[in-house]
């Protein structure tokens, strides 16, 4: 009897078990919209992508990022919305954060830092990309900014993300529009080393990536045999260009 | 505000509860001047209860005496330029929300235990203008020795290194109207209120800006006291306010919890094909394992982090060269 009677319990958590954890899903889903919706943001940039890019439908794109206390230093993204109607300017967004493998720390990247349409392949011109950069800065003395590259997928009707590279406050990236780099995305950062201080000229590591049927394939990396300055003794880091003859060599030798 | 010009972020960052019912009790006084009498003295009687409220300020917090030297040298030095000597009702430390019908703010109902009273008289503002080039205080009645404010001793940036040498102090600096003409990457000019200059030559970054820990330009260094930029870097008018910003920053509520790699990571973030050196030299600098939660650090762990910080940076002298003020 007892036995029956505990069974009978059991049964009746499993049943409600669900409408309870429905219920909770469904609080948590409110209390999210609040505090998205509570999160003040401005707009950066909004404009239309159906020209250049040849959208089906009136796509736009908006730029939002954080004001306030969450402008500089905050834990909200600056995030970035693809949009037709009005109502939906803010609906469907991607907040732009990082992490490191294997890290729990997930960097917001707070402040937009640009959105515009880049032509990635000067032999197809109609071919197109959005990019998007953001920054993430948290107080101290470094930054970092992820720049992202949006495709448009014709058969979907849809803007899917395509690439994306992240640089630090030492760090530079080029897109190379002619010659023989002509296509290509190069990417320098510095890399700190025993006995080198945070801003003291460092050895950087070079990427380069080719542009490919809406996206960006690794193609090159090495870490440049020579030291370059940084913000102890220079204003800009300037490292792509100095090595502009070691990775047309390098890419030349590759494709051998 | 009367004049429409908001007060420096820097002011009103963290300053206590106390200390920003006097400046709005000036900002009210202030905000009464009628439009005739107006002038450009006025901005300059401002700047200066603000020092006056950031003396009794620092005072406060460095001393536990009623009136410690620094608010007393600032006390007289008003009072022989204005010719008020604040002495009404003030250092019995009782309630002053009489307001003298001055319209000025009560709201706050309580008060702090007695000091000068911005709330029951209207300081007469001193002789003289601000000029156009950056503030200095310009004699205009024919009396230019007389007139000549005496520079107290907190315009000077070597006077907050000796007083302020707990790098943790986050309080906010009295030498905060400090300017910086930057000449180049490798040399700037701090130019004090008082109208003496700092120059700084060489050396490492965070040594020339007084930014041990390298902050990054914004509203973070803004709040906690930098006068200018230099090539995307805070420039603090002294040492003793770079470091108590580096303090304040792993003070902060983002911080606080982290630990120490954790920390590092953040303040200054790698790139994934980073070595994450920096987090490597911090923690050998400082004898710490890493794994230390920030906002757990006592007062000796907290300054040698960020002396392990400023070391990691790089930190190196280079020349100064003081100028004084003119007049001295």
Redo the contacts between chains.
Sequence with gaps: MQAQSRRHRQEEIKMRLPKFLSSFAILLVLCQSTYASDIPYKEVKTFSLKNVFGTKSDWRVTAWQPVGNESDMGEVSARLCFWMQPAEQRKYCTSITSSLPNDGIVYHYQTAQGLEVVHPDAANPSAALLKFGARFFGGGSGSLDQVSFWYYDKKADAFEPSSHITLTEQGEYRLFDKGKLEGKLVTADAVLQVGETHFSPHHFYIEAYRYDAGHYTKILGYLTPTKYPSFEDTNTIDVIMPEIPRIEGLLTQFSQ | MADGTPLAKSVYADLPEQTLRYLKRAEALLAKVKPEDWDKRTPHALHEIRLLVMAKTMAALASPQPYPPLYQQNRQRLAKETGDDFSDDEDGGGDDNSDSGDGADSSNGSRDGGDADFNSKHPRWPAGSPDSTGGEFMPKDGNADNDTPTPPAYHSAEYQVAQRTDVATDAVPANNQATVTVHS?TNITINNPDGSSVTRTGG??SWRNNNA????S???ADNHGAVGDN???AVFPDQATGDAASAA?LR?S?YSGMTID?AI??????????????Q??VKQIGDFTGNEIVGQLNQEQMSRLVNAIK????YHAGTVTQTPARGN
């Design positions: 990457r490492s970054a820990s390298n902050i990054i914004g509203n973070f090539h995307g870097f920053l902060t983002t954790e990571a953040h303040r200054s973030p790698p790139e994934e094909n980073d070595t994450k050196q920096v490597e030299n070391q990691a940076e790089g």
